[in-house]
């Protein structure tokens, strides 16, 4: 079994499942302990969205990380994607700056606490920013990915 997640010739299907968990697992546990209560199909499915893009943005950082040329790569993509998970709460409580009164809290783990709280149209804009985040280091991995290509 862990040949087949942790395996170099690990089929794309297993990872796809174990990362479509991760990110429904907290949704899932929000429902249970209802919290998402007042929210109907179109606040989960843009919950939904938030988590899937903090997702894409944590793993296209994650694979740069994992394509320089230092040693120990893995531990320092470890510890940056730790960082970005929770540094921006740790920040954001430490100032004090509550969930309800500022939409920086939409770029972090914990939007489904602020996402009650902002308007359609700033949680559309963010949705716009975090792809538009996504989209430039896709492109930067493109060429990453390119160069490596090239030197092999």
Do not use: C
Not at 79 to 88: G, T
Request: avoid cysteine; glycine fraction near 4%; charge should be positive.
């Amino acid at each position: 079994m862990s040949d087949l997640i942790w395996g170099e010739k690990s089929p794309a299907i297993v990872a796809i499942a174990i990362n479509s968990v991760i990110v429904v697992a907290p949704l899932v546990i929000g429902a249970l302990l209802g919290i998402f209560v007042n929210f109907g199909q179109i606040g989960m499915l843009v919950l939904a969205s938030f988590f899937v893009s903090l997702m894409m943005i944590y793993a296209t950082i994650t694979q740069l990380i994992l394509m320089m040329k230092t040693p120990k790569r893995s531990l320092l993509a470890i510890a940056i994607l730790v960082a970005a998970v929770f540094l921006p709460f740790t920040i954001l409580a430490r100032l004090g700056i509550n969930y309800y009164h500022h939409t920086i809290w939409l770029f972090s783990i914990f939007f489904p606490l602020a996402i009650s709280f902002v308007d359609i149209n700033t949680m559309f804009m963010t949705l716009l920013s975090q792809l538009s985040i996504l989209i430039l280091l896709n492109i930067q991995l493109r060429r990453q990915l390119r160069l490596a290509g090239e030197s092999a």
